[in-house]
């Protein structure tokens, strides 16, 4: 059963910890991306990876931080100097260069206070 | 630039047809997408169209691209509650590092 898995869900922190959202895909797909939504704005690129080892920065990366070591993995790090982190976090990923369709994660819904 | 505009919020009545539209401003890019958006969850692609075609069909769903305006659009046909959701509209970058980016997303209400 091949997927794109978020985890967990639901994530709760306190206002000045760092905090780490899973992404795992076993779809064999090359390029990753992390997308952070919010109310009225859409989905807004946080992230992107074409392919191991590597990432760029995408629209609103400021406070964020990846690593991208592994194909399958794509953690994505909330850090205490991002400023609104309160969001729905969404991961995905996409074949290749070749490949049109982007699969998306289920989500995370991150609430810090 | 890369910006895809939509507008926020379409009602229609259980039955008839549904029409999005969305402009873009790359004129590179080489697909263009719509998702759909059910509260809570994560997108689902709807449908796509590739940029040297001017019209997709797939059952309920006609997407229409009219390149020179950079101007897309999504007709539901024979709407249903069920299609009640938020659609994104986004564009798939063409160059070396190929990014997609989506729309602000027009919220669908289908009135029964």
């Known amino acids: 059963d091949g997927g794109i898995t978020q985890s967990p869900k639901y994530l709760f922190r306190k206002e000045g910890q760092n905090v780490t959202l899973s992404c795992e895909q076993n779809?064999?797909?090359?390029?990753m991306y992390w997308y952070r939504q919010d109310p009225g704005q859409g989905l807004r690129l946080i992230y992107y990876?074409?392919?191991?080892?590597?990432?760029q920065k995408g629209d609103i990366a400021e406070g964020y931080s990846v690593s991208r070591e592994k194909k399958e993995s794509f953690p994505l790090t909330v850090t205490s100097a991002q400023k609104n982190p309160t969001a729905f976090y969404l991961c995905?990923?996409?074949?290749?260069?070749?490949?049109?369709?982007?699969?998306f994660g289920p989500g995370t819904r991150l609430t810090v206070t | 630039g890369e910006d895809v505009e939509q507008s926020l919020f379409l009602s229609v009545r259980e039955g008839d047809s549904s029409v999005i539209n969305c402009t873009y401003t790359?004129?590179?890019?080489?697909?263009l997408y719509w998702y759909k958006q059910e509260p809570g969850a994560g997108l689902q692609l709807l449908t796509y169209?590739?940029?040297?075609?001017d019209m997709k069909q797939d059952q309920r769903l006609t997407v229409l691209l009219n390149k020179k305006d950079k101007h897309l659009s999504l007709r539901i046909a024979d709407t249903q509650t069920g299609d009640s959701a938020i659609y994104f509209c986004?564009?798939?970058?063409?160059?070396?590092?190929?990014?997609?980016?989506f729309g602000i997303g027009t919220k669908l209400q289908v009135i029964p």
């Open positions: 995905a990923s996409r074949e290749g260069r070749d490949s049109y369709e982007q699969y």
């Open positions: 779809l064999n797909h090359d390029a």
């Open positions: 990876s074409q392919i191991v080892n590597d990432f």
């Open positions: 790359d004129s590179s890019s080489t697909y």
């Open positions: 169209i590739f940029s040297n075609m």
């Open positions: 986004a564009q798939l970058h063409s160059g070396g590092y190929q990014k997609v980016t």
